[in-house]
């Protein structure tokens, strides 16, 4: 008699012959069906779906023959030796992504969950399907925003023109007086009796982090935007001062403004609909307006602006100026190079036929920290200021904003991302495409494999020059550095 198998487990059935019926020992399969019935029942669920593999390594034939093997188990509803197999995958292939998820999607206990789930972004940064259950079991996302997330159909975009704002008013707690901020002693000053009040901005970013205002990993954040059902376009926001009573509507464009019937500065809180991202830091102004302006002054003495001058009357009869905080997004990236050369040299001795060779491709692991990608659309030149040291940049506060104002940031994270990726692409190019000559090629690909950003406002001071033949030229200055960045002139509009 050939042997007989049991439709649960797959292990071999021993017949009872008292009863005619076949019998378990291993998974003790005791259902009351006769051999006939069990295996129509295993017919009528037909054959097993198969499962896409996630792992980005290649994958030892007897680790993945234990893994088709689990899945066997599971679709035998035998979790335990589902598990047991995986397991044993993993024991031969610790890297093997593809077992540990299917470990935590079978166990009911959040810390092996946890445990595997760790283990795949820990080898694999930007596994989405780890994160996104990661950030289920840490209850980021619900089971129903997880599975929104999977779809690919983007959040709604829905137009709001005036929504409320929830605002912090900076006046004195003494007399109600307008605030400063003194940059030298760190401290916040009441223009009118004095009152000081010292900064938490003294606690550097790193500090700030540890207090709540950490990064967020980009995958997590695309995974939350994409689970949304809404995105809201904001038009404008309806300030009501707490001070006066005043009530009014600011553009989208800022984060702090002034009211104009009390003078109290009043920074941006959050709106009605959450839209709003709160900035982690801030690099303070170094550069005062009078230095800003000297800067200027001596970018015009150069000798590209006095050739300018021979051929058009430059000269600046007046000026005006403003410092701003400027919002970027500034992000860190561990990334994947490849770099293929490419030798098409012919040898001309013994020696460099051994060291010639026609092709070689080397992959490397590395990374970039702090790039800096603005998250305004105006003025465009700003993206050429991002040569901020933001080892001086400490924890934001609103109080922070009481001697000059902030933007608001109209480029949101996911679009400043493509941006990043570019300039890491480019960084990574210069640092491994050394080499081209005649005969010989680099090519360097980057492959991102993990983000983190942050927001941070940036000090710039923004001028407008107003030369005597009638032209208008916009110019920048680095808050922080000093450094100029000179528009082109334009006819003024009438």
Request: include cysteine.
């Amino acid at each position: 008699m050939s042997p007989v198998f049991c439709p649960k487990c797959g292990n071999p059935l021993s017949l009872n012959h008292a009863t005619s019926m076949f019998a378990c020992a291993h998974c003790g399969f005791k259902r009351p069906e006769t051999l006939d019935e069990a295996s129509a029942l295993l017919r009528e669920r037909g054959q097993r779906p198969s499962v896409a593999l996630t792992t980005r390594v290649s994958i030892d034939q007897r680790a993945r023959s234990l893994f088709d093997s689990g899945q066997d188990y599971l679709w035998r509803d035998d979790k335990q030796e589902a598990v047991r197999a995986f397991q044993q995958a993993l024991d031969i292939q610790p890297d093997f992504a593809d077992a540990h998820l299917w470990i935590a999607k079978t166990s009911d206990d959040p810390r092996v969950q946890r445990d595997h789930l760790g283990d795949i972004l820990a080898h694999d940064p930007g596994h989405v399907e780890a994160l996104r259950l990661l950030m289920v079991l840490d209850g980021k996302l619900t089971p129903e925003e997880a599975e929104r997330s999977r779809s690919d159909s983007a959040p709604v975009l829905q137009q709001a023109d005036a929504i409320r704002t929830e605002i912090t008013t900076l006046i004195c707690p003494v007399c109600g007086g307008g605030l400063t901020v003194d940059e030298a002693n760190r401290r916040v000053i009441c223009r009118f009796c004095g009152h000081a009040q010292a900064l938490l901005g003294d606690a550097s970013l790193d500090a700030a982090r540890q207090m709540g205002q950490k990064t967020e990993t980009l995958g997590a954040a695309l995974l939350k935007r994409r689970a949304q059902k809404v995105k809201w376009l904001v038009g404008e926001r309806i300030l009501h001062c707490s001070r006066c009573g005043a009530e009014r509507t600011i553009p989208v464009g800022r984060l702090s403004t002034v009211c104009p019937f009390c003078a109290s500065t009043q920074v941006i809180q959050q709106d009605a609909l959450n839209t709003i991202e709160q900035p982690s830091g801030l690099i303070p102004f170094t550069i005062s307006e009078e230095a800003a302006q000297a800067a200027i002054r001596e970018r015009l003495k150069g000798i590209g602006e006095r050739i300018a001058g021979w051929f058009d009357d430059n000269q600046v009869t007046r000026a005006t100026m403003e410092g701003i905080y400027l919002p970027f997004w500034v992000f860190d990236a561990l990334a994947e190079v490849s770099r293929t050369t490419f030798d098409r040299r012919t040898p001309n001795s013994y020696e460099q036929v051994k060291t010639i060779r026609p092709y070689e491709n080397v992959k490397m692991t590395d990374g970039l920290v702090g790039v800096g990608v603005p998250a305004v659309k105006s003025p465009p030149s700003v993206e050429s200021l991002r040569d901020f040291d933001l080892s001086a940049a400490v924890a934001y506060e609103p109080k922070l904003l009481a001697k000059y104002p902030a933007a608001l940031y109209d480029i949101d994270f996911d679009e400043a991302s493509l941006t990043a990726c570019s300039l890491i692409s480019e960084q990574m190019r210069r640092r491994y495409g050394q080499g081209n000559s005649g005969n010989v090629e680099v090519q360097v690909y980057t492959s991102v494999l993990q983000m983190t950003f942050t927001l941070l406002l940036m000090p710039v001071w923004v001028a407008t020059l107003y030369e005597r033949d009638g032209d208008v030229r916009p110019a920048l200055v680095n808050g922080q550095s000093g450094a100029v960045l000179l528009g082109k002139a334009q006819k003024a509009s009438a």
